[in-house]
T-cell receptor, first 114, second 116 residues
Framework: GNSVTQMEGPVTLSEEAFLTINCTYTATGYPSLFWYVQYPGEGLQLLLKATKADDKGSNKGFEATYRKETTSFHLEKGSVQVSDSAVYFCALSDPQAAGNKLTFGGGTRVLVKP | SAVISQKPSRDICQRGTSLTIQCQVDSQVTMMFWYRQQPGQSLTLIATANQGSEATYESGFVIDKFPISRPNLTFSTLTVSNMSPEDSSIYLC?????????????FGQGTRLTVV
């Protein structure tokens, strides 16, 4: 079956530091990959996505590249801000799988200190 | 994109009672889903809400406990029945559109439920 594994948090950083959150996946087909962000007290918002190998998704200074050879979709940001403090979820959608459901990783809490 | 309105945003309920959560999408969508997110945890899919027919439940979730309706393409409800403190969670509604396998899901703000 499909699964997503992401690094456990919490990740604590200082403002302007470099952020990497690792995400690897297993899938039977050729999935689309997503990063979602959940700010405190809110629902999930799509941060970025990639639908095929070597695609790079980017938004708000965040980037992630779909690496089929390593089955990874690591999230990076070069200079984080306090406002980036949130929980980040990696997810996949396998168009070949029944139900078109999203499979989520466990989430990584990021805390950025001034 | 789609905007999802979910209500109530939070509630405190007595054990043994039931709560119905409503989800309204601002555009017609192909699929709607209900998730549970326990404190500090990831999302667990409860069921897929099917228009005009019974929902498709994931393992560990049953219709008697979590009855779901979807009378049209833009509206769904989830009821948490006969609640116990273990049902205290955030419940999230989600929707996906055409070309579902390749498109992102949109989420409501969630309903934060506390059972006392």
């Amino acid at each position: 079956g499909n699964s997503v594994t992401q690094m456990e948090g919490p990740v604590t950083l200082s403002e302007e530091a470099f952020l990497t959150i690792n995400c690897t996946y297993t899938a039977t087909g050729y999935p689309s990959l997503f990063w979602y962000v959940q700010y405190p007290g809110e629902g999930l918002q799509l941060l970025l996505k990639a639908t095929k190998a070597d695609d790079k998704g980017s938004n708000k200074g965040f980037e992630a590249t779909y690496r089929k050879e390593t089955t990874s979709f690591h999230l990076e940001k070069g200079s984080v801000q306090v406002s980036d403090s949130a929980v980040y979820f990696c997810a996949l959608s396998d168009p070949q799988a029944a139900g078109n459901k999203l499979t989520f990783g466990g989430g990584t809490r990021v805390l950025v200190k001034p | 994109s789609a905007v999802i309105s979910q209500k109530p945003s939070r509630d405190i309920c007595q054990r043994g009672t039931s709560l119905t959560i409503q989800c309204q999408v601002d555009s017609q969508v192909t699929m709607m889903f209900w998730y549970r997110q326990q404190p500090g945890q990831s999302l667990t899919l409860i069921a897929t809400a099917n228009q005009g027919s019974e929902a498709t439940y994931e393992s560990g979730f049953v219709i008697d406990k979590f009855p779901i309706s979807r009378p049209n393409l833009t509206f769904s409800t989830l009821t948490v029945s006969n609640m116990s403190p273990e049902d205290s969670s955030i419940y999230l509604c989600s929707a996906r559109g055409q070309g579902t396998g390749y498109t992102e899901a949109f989420f409501g703000q969630g309903t934060r439920l506390t059972v006392v």
